[in-house]
Nanobody
Framework: VQLQASGGGLVQAGGSLRLSCAPSTRGFSSNTKGWFRQAPGKEREFVAA????????SYADSVKGRFTISRDNAKNTVYLQMNSLKPEDTAVYYCAADPSYSDYVSRSRPPAYWGQGTQVTVSS
């Protein structure tokens, strides 16, 4: 099963983008979903996560106040609204899903399911 991420692109600093992620097949509606990113030469890092109900969210300190994660379970889609983008946000963004919210946000292990990634480039 694949998670399909979309919405990446090139934007100037201070601009906005919205990423979307949906599975290519039915399922994952009850999973925690979220986003990681990896910049060139850097390790993959956690960005944000949202519980299956949408009642709990978690963000990396570097994106708090600028990024908002949300989900529409009727469409089985998770979104990442990215505002006030900075050049240091440039990375490949990956959506990921896992049955456990606590494991997801504690980063005790990688999420079980991953998407293919979408490139976000922020120019200065």
């Amino acid at each position: 099963v694949q998670l399909q991420a979309s919405g990446g692109g090139l934007v100037q600093a201070g601009g906005s983008l919205r990423l979307s992620c949906a599975p290519s097949t039915r399922g994952f509606s009850s999973n925690t979903k979220g986003w990681f990113r990896q910049a060139p030469g850097k390790e993959r890092e956690f960005v944000a996560a949202i519980s299956w109900s949408g009642g709990s969210t978690s963000y990396a300190d570097s994106v708090k106040g600028r990024f908002t994660i949300s989900r529409d379970n009727a469409k089985n889609t998770v979104y990442l609204q990215m505002n006030s983008l900075k050049p240091e946000d440039t990375a490949v963004y990956y959506c990921a899903a896992d049955p456990s919210y606590s494991d997801y946000v504690s980063r005790s292990r990688p999420p079980a399911y991953w998407g293919q990634g979408t490139q976000v480039t922020v120019s200065s």
